[in-house]
């Protein structure tokens, strides 16, 4: 059973407008949340980070959002740019720490942004 | 320049072949990691490692085995059990004070032909 899911396989936004893309999870143990960002042929890289005990965190044109009760995140890019073009991933884990401390990842969202 | 290097990049092997997949970081990162990723599929963990001269198994061990003898290096195995091996294999590594954030290496592409 999935713990981390991204519902939209893919995504296209216009260049300048928002992207926005969405997670869920199940697991109520999870307290940390994190997206990375990842071109073909590439390993994921490090985009943005959320713990349990906020509900926004904003790094220049990314924020990301989380709503506990909803178990759910969102992952905002203002404005979209041609270079965001990417697979986003969503993933999670609980800081506790054991096997809940590795990384559980959604399968991704494919984000195409046009000129 | 620090980071995580696999080698080889790209690798074909044949039915029935071992192959096994290099992993070196020079971060002094403690935990390291060995994740699939399949078309659609995300990325799924093979094994892990938090300290040297130990591992323990992710969610699809079956047909891989990994050794930790240095803190730096976290060779991956691809055995002939392995069903379908073609994919791309991702190494990451994790220290303390990188809290639960982990860090990826550019990846190796292994094609069984």
């Known amino acids: 059973d999935q713990q981390v899911k991204q519902n939209s396989p893919s995504l296209s936004v216009q260049e300048g407008r928002i992207s926005i893309l969405n997670c869920d999870y199940t697991n109520s143990m999870f307290d940390y949340f994190l997206w990375y960002k990842k071109y073909p042929a590439e390993g994921p890289t490090f985009l943005i980070s959320i713990s349990s005990i906020k509900d926004k965190n904003e790094d220049g044109r990314f924020t990301v959002f989380l709503n506990k009760s909803a178990k759910h995140l969102s992952l905002h890019i203002v404005p979209s740019q041609p270079g965001d073009s990417a697979v986003y991933f969503c993933a999670a884990n609980s800081m506790g720490g054991g096997s809940q401390g590795n990384l559980i990842f959604g399968k991704g969202t494919k984000l195409s942004v046009k000129p | 320049d620090g980071g995580i290097t696999q080698s080889p990049k790209y690798l074909f092997r044949k039915e029935g072949q071992n192959v096994t997949l290099s992993c070196e970081q020079n971060?002094?990162?403690?935990?390291m990691y060995w994740y699939r990723q399949d078309p659609g599929q995300g990325l799924r963990l093979i094994y892990y490692?938090?300290?040297?001269?130990?591992?323990q198994k992710g969610d699809i061990a079956e047909g891989y085995s990994v050794s930790r003898e240095k803190k730096e290096s976290f060779p991956l195995t691809v055995t002939s059990a392995q069903k379908n091996p073609t994919a791309f294999y991702l190494c990451a590594s994790r220290t303390a004070s990188s809290g639960n954030t982990i860090y990826f290496g550019e990846g190796s592409w292994l094609t069984v032909v």
């Open positions: 490692s938090q300290i040297v001269n130990d591992f």
């Open positions: 971060l002094n990162h403690d935990a």
